[in-house]
């Protein structure tokens, strides 16, 4: 073993969370993996599964008890509730366990601006900096991740057309593998307490464009069906997004290019370029129709 105190990562069975449980169990480091249905999950030899739902607030203790450091995310979705709910309820049961040293997932510019969007990130990145709590913190703000692409796998299954909202609007996406690798590090060493890394991939790519490269590894031929946006904006109210939220959400997309720069902080971390969207489609093939 290389360390001794306990990491938890929340969301381990996520696309970070399951990548980072892997490769902090490969260290080593004493892992303890929080879902809501342990008994289906499967996680790496070493790592140690427990019930935990941030919805449920009482069942974070036993979760929590005995852990150093933490990986917080939520997949809360914004404004289904008056307040990050589940964000808040983690960084309450990590200070009440006494946890250390807590890195926690967030999204590109967090709290930054003023709309629905940067109110709710803005609470939920305050529940882990509030220097009352007394964390060893670090923030994570992503943009797009890659493994996005993976909703296109059910329609791949019937044919070679994919519907896409926003098909033409570009974005460095980030493999998750990449944040799983920088929260490792984090979780660690002490070398990012205090710190917030804005991450991009190494390249800005449509989603046009990102479908032509999953194309080429699959051997097929992949076109795009374009969703008007009036599509778009009923698929988000369908999914639980209050109007308000929404509406913020097309603004982001339509009236800027945030999330489209490509940012040196992946490199300048791990001393490597960020892995590219073709890397991360050789690696994740196998979760695909060839044909």
Do not use: C
């Not at 609007?169 to 710190?195: F, K, N, Q």
């Not at 720069?261 to 489609?281: D, H, I, M, S, Y």
Request: hydrophobic share 45%.
């Amino acid at each position: 073993m290389r360390g001794t105190a306990m990491i938890l990562v929340t969301g381990a069975t996520g696309h970070v969370g399951s990548e980072l449980v892997r490769r902090l169990t490969a260290a080593g480091e004493p892992v303890r993996a929080m879902t809501r249905r342990p008994a289906k999950a499967r996680f790496p030899a070493g790592a140690e599964s427990v019930y935990g739902d941030a919805a449920d607030p009482e069942s974070l203790a036993a979760a929590f008890a005995g852990v150093d450091g933490a990986f917080l995310m939520s997949a809360q979705p914004v404004g289904t509730a008056p307040e990050p709910t589940h964000d808040l309820a983690l960084a309450a049961a990590a200070e009440r366990a006494g946890v250390r040293r807590v890195v926690k997932l967030s999204t590109l510019d967090g709290g930054t601006g003023d709309d629905p969007i940067a109110r709710w990130q803005r609470t939920a990145e305050a529940a882990v900096t509030d220097p009352a709590r007394g964390f060893d913190w670090t923030l994570l703000r992503p943009g797009r991740f890659m493994s996005n692409a993976l909703q296109w796998a059910g329609q791949l299954r019937a044919g070679d057309e994919v519907a896409i909202p926003f098909a033409d609007r570009p974005a460095a996406s980030i493999d998750p593998a990449d944040l799983a690798e920088i929260a490792a590090l984090a979780l660690s060493s002490g070398e990012h307490a205090g710190t917030v890394h804005e991450l991009s991939g190494p390249q800005s790519l449509t989603p046009t464009e990102e479908l032509a490269i999953l194309g080429e590894v699959l051997g097929r031929g992949l076109r795009v069906r374009s969703v008007p946006v009036e599509a778009a904006r009923a698929g988000m109210s369908g999914y639980g997004f209050p109007p308000e939220v929404v509406d913020a959400i097309m603004r982001r997309t339509l009236d800027g290019d945030r999330g489209s720069e490509v940012l040196p902080t992946v490199e300048k971390v791990l001393g490597r370029p960020a892995r590219t969207f073709a890397q991360w489609a050789r690696a994740h093939a196998g979760e695909f129709p060839r044909a």
